[in-house]
C-alpha cells in the first residue's frame, strides 16, 4: 500500500482518533460512533490513533458501563487494530492523541472538546478537527479523499469493518 501524501507537520486527513465516549458507544450502543469507525475500519489506508492512556481510560469506561471480561476482550483487539503513540502524563488522552499521533479528526460526543473557545486554545499548538460521531459518518467522503491522500482512483472499501 502507498503510504498517504502529507505536508511535513499537517495533520493527516487519513489519521482519526476516537474519544473514549465514542469506543465505548462504539462497542457497546452502534449507531452513529459504529457508523463512522466503520468508516475508519473499511479502509486500509485510514488510520485509528490511539495511547495506552486513552485505551486505559475506555476499557475502565467499557468495564464499568459492561463488564471486566467484555473490556479486556475489547483491549485485546483495540491495541491490535490501533496505531498506538505515546505522549506525557497528564495531557488528555484524545488531543494528545491526535497531536502525537498527526491525525487531523477527533470523534468526540464531548461538547466542551468541540467548542469554539477549545478550538481557539488547541489552534496554537495543533491544527486537529473535533466532530461528534454522526457528523463525520455523514461528511467524511473516503472517495473524494483518497485521490489526494493516496494518489489513484477510489478502489471502494477494501477491508471488513467487523473482523
Request: glycine share 4%; proline share 7%; hydrophobic share 40%.
Amino acid at each position: 500500500m502507498t503510504e498517504p501524501r502529507r505536508e511535513p507537520d499537517a495533520p493527516d486527513v487519513s489519521r482519526v482518533v476516537a474519544d473514549v465516549d465514542v469506543l465505548a458507544a462504539d462497542l457497546l450502543l452502534g449507531g452513529a460512533a459504529r457508523d463512522a469507525l466503520d468508516t475508519v475500519r473499511a479502509h486500509s489506508w485510514m488510520t485509528l490513533v490511539a495511547s495506552e492512556a486513552l485505551l486505559d481510560d475506555a476499557e475502565a469506561l467499557i468495564a464499568d458501563l459492561a463488564n471486566r471480561d467484555l473490556a479486556t476482550d475489547w483491549r485485546e483487539k483495540a491495541e491490535a487494530t490501533a496505531t498506538l503513540v505515546e505522549h506525557p502524563d497528564g495531557d488528555h488522552p484524545a488531543l494528545a492523541s491526535a497531536a502525537h499521533g498527526g491525525a487531523a479528526h477527533v470523534l468526540t460526543f464531548d461538547e466542551t472538546l468541540r467548542s469554539a473557545q477549545t478550538n481557539a486554545t488547541v489552534k496554537k499548538y495543533v491544527t486537529v478537527s473535533f466532530t461528534p460521531p454522526d457528523g463525520f459518518a455523514r461528511l467524511f467522503d473516503p472517495e473524494r479523499l483518497y485521490p489526494e491522500v493516496v494518489g489513484d482512483a477510489y478502489p471502494g472499501p477494501d477491508c471488513d469493518p467487523r473482523a
